[in-house]
């Protein structure tokens, strides 16, 4: 198996984001389910402004993307960032976030956009 090594300064940048327990969660969730802004709102309990805040810092370095679909924007994980190997070692070892979908779902929020 091939090993990617990356630089000090951009481990060290990736780190600071996700050390970071909202957007480390976002990325965790993200990694096996596209989301709405909405929908984070929902599960974190924050303002619209606060959550896109967070995505942009993530989308910044590349580890985020977005898709329009209709009229809402979609996030997931940029599965082919140079640095998503290095992040995706982090997320394996990190609890499944999937109820929180579940709870928006049982909730009927769970794709209630803007």
């Not at 965790?28 to 929902?42: A, G, N, P, Q, R």
């Not at 606060?50 to 995505?55: C, G, L």
Request: charged share 30%; with cysteine.
């Amino acid at each position: 198996m091939l090993k990617t090594v990356i630089e000090m300064e951009k481990a060290a940048l990736i780190l600071k984001l996700l050390g970071d327990k909202t957007r480390l969660t976002m990325v965790k969730i993200l990694d096996s389910h596209d989301c709405c802004v909405c929908e984070f709102v929902e599960i974190f309990k924050v303002s619209q402004p606060s959550i896109s805040q967070h995505f942009r810092k993530l989308k910044d370095v590349g580890l985020v993307k977005e898709e329009r679909r209709g009229q809402w924007i979609f996030y997931s994980v940029n599965k082919n960032n140079e640095y998503y190997s290095f992040v995706s070692q982090i997320l394996d070892q990190l609890p499944d976030q999937g109820e929180k979908l579940k709870e928006l779902e049982e909730q009927g929020t769970r794709i209630t956009c803007c």
